[in-house]
């Protein structure tokens, strides 16, 4: 049991840091699908 909820922890931790380094690096999907001629919302 104790390792599930670690595991659990470690998925949290690794979906929270990779969305911010991502993010932040721009490899988001926002930045990478849209072209020059897409309008997005800032």
Known sequence: MKAM???FGA???IAIGSNL???A???SSQERAAGSAVR???
């Open 5 to 7: 909820l670690v595991a």
């Open 11 to 13: 998925i949290v931790v």
């Open 21 to 23: 380094i991502l993010g």
């Open 25 to 27: 690096s721009g490899f």
């Open 40 to 42: 997005l919302d800032n």
